[in-house]
């Protein structure tokens, strides 16, 4: 088996051994943020009072953390990944314990910014590991086993959240609970070998990666149009109690658990420009959906179905396995992380804006991008048979 250069040259056993504590890891950051994403919408509005405006502030806010990422890894670029990851993942925790405290609008920017910067650091290590560590042949599998770990540790969370809730906790402690998980997460990481590291430039930005970037771009804007605004309509507009959004997100997580390592090897069979293709034709169907829709169970079946779909954008990762060669997997998907997150600060402060006209105008926003998604997609060049 040939390894990428610099990494450390591991046998099938402490290979998988690897691939168990970066599991563990994505596992434990899952739950975490799956309290918090199962809880925010309710814990804004019910707590705090925010109206949309104030919603698409705090969302943009909390995103900028995400170009700042890019800085940080390539400050960091050298180290160890695990080592890396256990400190973002401890400044994560921390940072959603802090919630608990949390009195005024302001102190919630401020908590949710030490919360997001680890996360956002984070998010591309696991991937990163993951392609260093993936046999020939299957890193869609791999890829989509880690996504079937997301799926279980947020799963997890959202079944923990709901159930106590059910027994009467108030939101505030669940997000304790979310920040000892990560915790948790930040000490799986040093059972990842400390040589695992990706050698190379600390920032890559080339021409020639122009349409993984605006692939990156494009998702963004759809992600952070259903992290900000899908259930924060659910809880706003239609009154949707915590427990419903939360057994909404449990039922998700588990098709996710079983669906997404299908769907990395259904990347891996018919390549990424397919898979593309048809996740953004379905994402935009569901934005239809969000615009015109007034009845709640339809709404309901749209927020599952723009979830599951949500793990089809593993096509891009793996998409980055055959366009950089090893040496750059970490900066590219670093500046990936970047790109979806440009789009991530900007649709927040546009959707506040478009909310006071009508949310429908918000998932048109969304239709648009969608759209534009398709034809990107469509360049993808097909996976050499």
Same mark, same amino acid.
């Given at each position: ?6 990494l ?50 705090l ?8 170009v ?6 390539a400050? +960091?670029?050298?180290?160890?990944e ?19 405290f ?7 920017l ?40 997301? =799926? ?9 959240? %709901?159930? !106590? ?14 920040? =000892? ?18 050698p ?42 915590v427990?419903?959004? !939360? %057994? !909404? ?13 299908w ?18 034709a379905c994402?935009? =169907?569901?934005f239809?959906?969000?615009? +015109? ?16 779909l949500?793990?089809?954008a ?8 055959? +366009? ?21 600060v ?7 804006f ?10 048109? =926003? ?16 097909p996976?050499?048979?």
């Open positions: 088996m040939t390894e990428a250069p610099g450390p040259q591991l046998g099938d056993a402490k290979r998988r051994r690897a691939l168990f504590f970066v599991g563990a890891a994505v596992v434990g950051v899952g739950f975490a943020i799956a309290i918090q994403v199962g809880c925010n919408d309710n814990f804004v509005v019910e707590q705090l009072g925010l109206d949309g405006g104030q919603k698409g502030i969302e943009a806010v909390r995103e900028t953390c995400g700042v990422a890019l800085g940080l890894l400050v +960091l670029a050298g180290f160890a695990p080592l890396v990851g256990a400190a973002m993942v401890a400044l994560f925790g921390v940072g959603l314990a802090s919630y608990y949390v009195p005024t609008f302001g102190w919630l401020a908590t949710s910014l030490v919360w997001s910067q680890g996360l956002h650091v984070w998010m591309p290590l696991p991937d990163s590991m993951t392609l260093c560590l993936a046999e020939p042949g299957r890193v869609g599998f791999r890829l989509g086993q880690m996504r079937a770990a997301g =799926a279980a540790g947020f799963g997890a969370g959202m079944a923990a959240a %709901l159930l !106590l809730t059910l027994a009467g906790v108030a939101l505030r402690p669940l997000f304790l609970l979310a920040g =000892a998980a990560g915790l948790l997460a930040a000490a799986a990481c040093f059972g990842i070998p400390r040589d695992l590291k990706t190379g430039p600390r920032l890559v930005f080339r021409r020639s990666y122009g349409l993984y970037y605006a692939l990156c771009f494009l998702d963004g804007w759809r992600r952070q149009i259903f992290l900000c605004f899908a259930g924060f309509l659910l809880v706003r507009v239609y009154g949707t109690p427990q419903t959004i !939360l %057994l !909404l997100y449990v039922a998700v997580q588990v098709v996710g658990y079983f669906g997404f390592p769907l990395g090897r259904l990347i891996d069979r018919v390549g990424e420009r397919r898979v593309l293709v048809a996740y953004f994402v935009t =169907a569901v239809v959906g969000y615009a +015109l829709v007034r009845a709640r169970p339809v709404l309901f079946g749209l927020f599952l179905a723009d979830n599951i949500s793990g089809c593993t096509a891009i990762t793996t998409y980055v396995h055959r +366009l950089a060669p090893p040496s750059e997997h970490t900066a590219t998907l670093g500046m990936g992380v970047a790109m979806n997150h440009v789009a991530a900007a649709m927040p402060l546009l959707g506040g478009l909310w006071q006209f009508g949310y429908h105008w918000v998932f048109a =926003a969304g239709i648009v991008a969608a759209l534009a998604s398709i034809l990107v997609a469509l360049r993808v060049p996976r050499p048979s």
